[in-house]
C-alpha cells in the first residue's frame, strides 16, 4: 500500500512542479516513470523475498535430510561419530539452539534446484541478520564451525550457518 501511496504523491507532484517551473524539460512520459518505478518496487520484493524463499526450501531439505543433521545432542549420547564429513551441523543440544550450518555444497545444490541466485540470496540473508558470522564486520558469508568429535579434538568446518530466528520468524521449522 505504501507503494501505491508513494507514486501517487509522485505522479501528483509532477505537475505541479513543471507548471512552478516552466523551464524544466520532460524527456518521458509521467506513465513511464511510474512503470520504472513500479518495476524497481517489483525487483526489490522479489529479491528481499529470496531470504525467505532460501530458508522455505532448506528446511524442506532438512525434513526430507534429517538423518544427515550431525548434533551436539547426537554426539553428547554416543548415536552419532563424525567419521564421516559433515555436511549439516546444529548445535542442537537436547534443549537449545542458535543455528544450523550447512556446506557450501548444500546451499549451492538448494540454490541451483529452486533456480536462485546465489549473491542475491545471501546479501538477504545477510541483510536480515539471519546469518550467523564470525563478526559483525565479516565479509564472508560462512563461519568456520567447531563441532565435537569423538577422542580429545575437534573438527572445524567452514558453513553457512542460519540463525533459528529466521525459521522461526517464518513459522517454518522448530525443533
Not at 509521467?30 to 529470496?50: M, Q, T, Y
Not at 546465489?118 to 567447531?146: A, H, I, M, P
Amino acid at each position: 500500500m505504501r507503494i501505491i501511496q508513494n507514486i501517487a504523491a509522485v505522479a501528483t507532484a509532477i505537475p505541479i512542479i513543471h507548471a512552478a517551473l516552466p523551464e524544466l524539460n520532460r524527456d518521458f512520459s509521467h506513465r513511464k516513470l511510474i512503470d520504472e518505478i513500479v518495476s524497481l518496487a517489483i525487483n526489490e520484493i522479489k529479491i528481499a523475498d529470496n531470504g525467505s524463499r532460501f530458508i522455505s526450501y532448506l528446511s524442506e531439505y532438512l525434513m526430507e535430510n534429517d538423518h544427515m543433521i550431525w548434533t551436539k545432542e547426537k554426539y553428547l549420547k554416543n548415536l552419532q561419530s563424525a567419521s564421516n564429513p559433515v555436511t549439516i551441523y546444529s548445535d542442537y543440544d537436547g534443549n537449545q539452539w542458535k543455528f544450523i550450518g550447512i556446506k557450501s555444497n548444500i546451499f549451492e545444490h538448494i540454490i541451483k534446484e529452486n533456480q536462485m541466485n546465489k549473491n542475491e540470496v545471501l546479501r538477504t540473508l545477510k541483510s536480515k541478520n539471519w546469518l550467523q558470522l564470525t563478526s559483525s564486520g565479516d565479509k564472508s558469508y560462512q563461519k568456520q564451525v567447531v563441532m565435537p568429535r569423538l577422542g580429545d579434538s575437534n573438527a572445524k568446518s567452514n558453513m553457512y550457518c542460519i540463525k533459528r530466528e529466521a525459521f522461526e520468524s517464518l513459522r517454518i521449522f522448530s525443533w
